[in-house]
C-alpha cells in the first residue's frame, strides 16, 4: 500500500450505514472487488436494480479518487496547475448549473475541489439518490451518473499527465492504476460516458476504451 499521510483523503469517505438501502450491495460489491477479477466485479450481481449498482459504485469511485488525490495535495497546487488541465489540448472549466452557471476557468485544486463537493452534495440528496426500500429513482438519475463520472474521470485524467511521477515515488502507481482500469471497465459496462480521451491516457493499463 501507498504512503497516504496518516490515511488523510481529500475529501471525507463517504460511508454506507448497516440497515440501509445498499448496505448489503455495498457489502457484495467489496466483497468481490476484492477476489481481484475486475471483469467479475462491475457486472451487475444478477437479481439487483441498475440504479442501485450505479450508485453504489459512483459512492466507491468518489472515495477512491479522494483517497488518490489527497496524497496530491501538497504537489498539485494552484501554483503548479494553475488551470484544470489534461496536457495542452485538454482543459476543463467548472460549472455546476446552480451556483455556477457559466464555466469558469480555474486551478486544477479549485476545480476538483468544486467537483468533489458538488458530487458529495448530490450523493446527499435524498431525491436524486433514494435511501428507502422502494422509493423510485428520477426520471433524470442516468443523466445525473453521467456527468458524474465524467468529471471524476477528469481527476483521473488529470493526475496521470500531469502528476504521474510525482505518484510514482510515492508509491502509489499500483494502486492508481487498478483503481483506473476497474473505472474504465464500469463506464465501459453500463456505456456511461463517451469513448474518447486525452492521446497520454490511452496506454494506460485496461483493455477498456478510455471516456473523455
Given at each position: 500500500m501507498f504512503w497516504t499521510k496518516g490515511g488523510a483523503t481529500f475529501k471525507p469517505q463517504k460511508k454506507v450505514a448497516p440497515g440501509t438501502r445498499r448496505f448489503e450491495l455495498h457489502?457484495?460489491?467489496?466483497?468481490?472487488?476484492?477476489?481481484?477479477?475486475?471483469?467479475?466485479?462491475?457486472?451487475?450481481?444478477?437479481?439487483?436494480?441498475?440504479?442501485?449498482?450505479?450508485?453504489?459504485?459512483?459512492t466507491d469511485f468518489y472515495n477512491e479518487i479522494s483517497l488518490l488525490y489527497g496524497v496530491l495535495m501538497d504537489t498539485c497546487t494552484p501554483i503548479s496547475c494553475p488551470t484544470m488541465s489534461?496536457?495542452?489540448?485538454f482543459e476543463y472549466k467548472w460549472a455546476d448549473g446552480v451556483r455556477i452557471k457559466?464555466?469558469?476557468?480555474?486551478?486544477?485544486?479549485k476545480y476538483i475541489d468544486y467537483m468533489?463537493?458538488?458530487?458529495?452534495?448530490?450523493l446527499d440528496?435524498?431525491?436524486?439518490?433514494?435511501?428507502?426500500?422502494?422509493?423510485?429513482?428520477?426520471?433524470?438519475?442516468?443523466?445525473?451518473?453521467?456527468?458524474?463520472?465524467?468529471?471524476?474521470f477528469r481527476v483521473y485524467a488529470h493526475m496521470y499527465v500531469n502528476h504521474f511521477q510525482a505518484l510514482q515515488e510515492m508509491g502509489a502507481e499500483p494502486h492508481l492504476n487498478t483503481c483506473?482500469?476497474?473505472?474504465?471497465?464500469?463506464?465501459?459496462?453500463f456505456d456511461l460516458i463517451e469513448q474518447q480521451a486525452p492521446h497520454s491516457l490511452s496506454s494506460r493499463p485496461t483493455r477498456a476504451h478510455t471516456p473523455p
Open positions: 457489502k457484495q460489491a467489496a466483497a468481490t472487488l476484492g477476489a481481484g477479477n475486475l471483469e467479475e466485479a462491475v457486472r451487475l450481481p444478477a437479481g439487483e436494480d441498475l440504479n442501485d449498482w450505479l450508485a453504489v459504485n459512483v489534461a496536457g495542452p489540448k457559466k464555466p469558469v476557468r480555474c486551478s486544477a485544486p468533489m463537493t458538488w458530487v458529495q452534495t448530490t440528496d435524498e431525491r436524486l439518490f433514494p435511501v428507502r426500500v422502494g422509493e423510485p429513482f428520477p426520471a433524470n438519475y442516468r443523466e445525473v451518473v453521467r456527468s458524474m463520472f465524467k468529471r471524476l483506473f482500469r476497474h473505472f474504465i471497465l464500469f463506464v465501459a459496462e
